[in-house]
């Protein structure tokens, strides 16, 4: 076999071995968007949130546990856990006692208390109410310390004010293509953002809004490092073959 036949072959399987590691297993591939657009900078800068069907409310009224559901002035949590709410059902209506069925979806937190006051107001006098949202979620993934779902209990919640909440960047991650998925009108919308920068660091750290999943993908180099630790030696050996032929077909 001449040099001229063998060399194609021997650089083909070379670059085989290389190439293999370097493949990337990111979760979100095909993002809807890839920049920072006014869809999702509008959103984030209403941060009141709505309340929409099957949220669980803590209904809370002033020294009357009787007609309050997981209510924040008793001594008993009103906690998730222990079941103390009210779902909003699919019709946007929530049972409240003494008055019945209430209409709250669409409304923010304090129009929902406002209605209810309303409500009340033909029982108690000068009635004090709260209504809490038990279930705003976020889900944040990909190269943290500490990822999973994470309560807001604020309105007011940042980009970076949450990853720190998920134990800061692991070793791998890419801080240069963080992924915030958001559904808008039934529609997954992707926003890509480099938090490697500081220029336009304020519009850079948008809002995070309930249901909204954060990613945070991993640098190339992680799959090899990963393979090159079991894998090294076999790799070393086939190398070191490749080019013993080589020598041997010159």
Known sequence: MSRISTLPV???????????????????????????DSVFLGQASSTQYVIRKDDKLSISIWNHDDLSVGSLYSIYSANEVYGKWVMVDPNGDVPI??????????????????????????????????VKVL???VTILGELKNPGKF?????????IELLGRAGDFDLYADRQAIQVIRTIDNQPHTMNIDLTRMDQ??????????????????????LWDKRAGPSVLPVASAITTLLVLFKFFI
Do not use: H
């Not at 021997?10 to 190439?19: E, N």
């Not at 309560?151 to 980009?159: D, G, I, P, T």
């Open 10 to 36: 021997l650089m083909f399987l070379l670059a085989a071995v290389g190439l293999s590691g370097c493949a990337s297993q990111n979760l979100f591939q095909k993002p809807v968007t890839t920049k920072i």
């Open 97 to 130: 006692p003494k008055i019945g069925k209430v209409k709250l979806a669409g409304l923010t937190q304090l129009q929902a208390r406002d209605r209810l006051l309303t409500e009340f107001r033909k029982w108690i006098v000068d009635p004090i109410i709260d």
């Open 135 to 137: 279930n705003k979620e």
């Open 151 to 159: 309560l807001l209990e604020k309105e007011a919640n940042s980009l």
């Open 201 to 222: 660091f304020a519009t850079r750290n948008i809002q995070i809004l309930p249901g909204d999943v954060v990613y945070v993908p991993a640098k190339k180099s992680k």
